[in-house]
């Protein structure tokens, strides 16, 4: 049986260095992988690429790279919960390319199935649009976008076992699925780390083939990014 547990984060992480790009998965502050940012953060590794759907908050989630000037360029969908994300923007000190989030979603899901480009009505007409090739499907135009091209995929999964089966949690299974092998290595953080066959089959999100590296994280924070309350 193939094992891809690794000790721990600082395992996980060897090999990324200056100016790669990284997938990094979750939903807002929602299934991120708390623990291998928080080594990244340690890391310093600089001039980063990160493709997420959010930007974190600005003390919490991807926020913390950019608080250290870590990520040259962000790849996203929304990033309105953070105001030094705004601020370096504004400022052109960070790289920014906004993406339709449907697309987002395909653009990881192709690189997992390895298809290079494909077609969507999504931003046709729109700066999203600008330079691209677009082509008309019944009667529709549609605009061609690439696969992403990634170096590391780094996801958080609820419980996952040492041959890197995955299963998520709620709505921990936005983006951090469609991330897994669609990258040169796959890095999976997991509340819980059980032998291979201890998972029902039939539960498995993602199967360990997609994934290369596995471990167990120390702690989760779980931050709610926006906490509503009923008025009493």
């Known amino acids: 049986m193939i094992n891809k547990k690794v000790a721990s984060v600082e395992h996980a992480l060897q090999g990324i260095e200056n100016s790669m790009t990284l997938l990094i998965g979750g ?19 600089m001039h980063l690429t990160c ?15 950019l608080q250290h ?37 395909e653009r990881c899901r192709a690189a997992q199935a390895g298809i290079p480009a494909f077609f969507t009505p999504a931003g046709f007409g729109t700066e999203v649009a600008q330079g691209k090739e677009t082509r008309e499907f019944n009667g529709k ?25 995955l299963i998520f949690k ?7 699925p469609s991330m897994c092998g669609a990258a040169k290595i796959t890095v999976a953080e997991v ?24 471990f167990q994280g120390k702690t989760f924070e779980k931050r709610i990014e926006q906490r509503t309350v009923r008025t009493r």
């Open 27 to 45: 939903f807002g502050l929602c299934g991120i992988p708390e623990n291998s940012i928080a080594e990244l953060v340690a890391k310093k590794v």
């Open 170 to 176: 709620g709505t921990a299974r936005n983006f951090n």
């Open 69 to 105: 000037k870590q990520i040259k360029k962000m790849i996203s969908s929304y990033v309105g919960e953070n105001a030094e994300f705004e601020r370096q923007m504004l400022s052109g000190e960070l790289e920014v390319e906004l993406i339709p989030q449907g697309t987002l979603a």
């Open 141 to 165: 135009m549609h605009v061609m976008e690439h696969a992403f091209k990634a170096d590391f995929a780094i996801v958080k999964a609820w419980k996952g076992d040492t041959a890197g089966n």
């Open 191 to 214: 509340e819980e780390l059980v032998e291979a066959g201890t998972l029902d089959p039939n539960q498995i999100h993602i199967p360990g083939i997609l994934v290369q590296r596995i």
């Open 51 to 65: 493709i997420s759907n959010n930007a974190g908050v600005d003390d919490f989630g991807l926020g913390l790279l």
